[in-house]
């Protein structure tokens, strides 16, 4: 089992910047994946990012097209805490951020999620 808990969303204006962030607790975080997922409203639910544990002490990060270049998955593993910092921010980016643990890997740009969810955090980004 893992718990996961968002914070770190809130109101922004275009061109503005956000940092969200979970924290997981529950199974050994170094060695977990973790993405991030997104779901604006009458929308389904779409990969942000994801950051995978690979063995040892190396990640990778995989973005999804969209926020390529605009968006940066991090982790700190001592705090068991993973982070999405979020920078030129559109309102098209204005949507609840879930985070996600154990994801797997489809391709570069895409990950399908895993079962671990978060609560979510409420971003929007006003024009």
């Known amino acids: 089992q893992v718990q996961l808990v968002e914070s770190g969303g809130g109101l922004v204006q275009a061109g503005g910047s956000l940092r969200v962030s979970c924290v997981a607790s529950?199974?050994?975080?170094?060695?977990?994946?973790m993405a991030w997922f997104r779901q604006a409203p009458g929308k389904e639910r779409e990969f942000v990012a994801a950051i995978s544990w690979s063995g040892g002490s190396t990640y990778y990060a995989y973005y999804a097209d969209f926020v390529k270049g605009r968006f940066t998955i991090s982790r700190d593993n001592a705090k068991n805490t993973m982070y999405l910092q979020m920078n030129s921010l559109k309102p098209e980016d204005t949507a609840v951020y879930y985070c996600n643990a154990d994801p797997k890997f489809e391709h570069s740009t895409m990950w399908s999620a895993g079962v671990y969810w978060g609560q979510g955090t409420q971003v929007t980004v006003s024009s």
């Open positions: 529950g199974r050994t975080f170094r060695r977990l994946s």
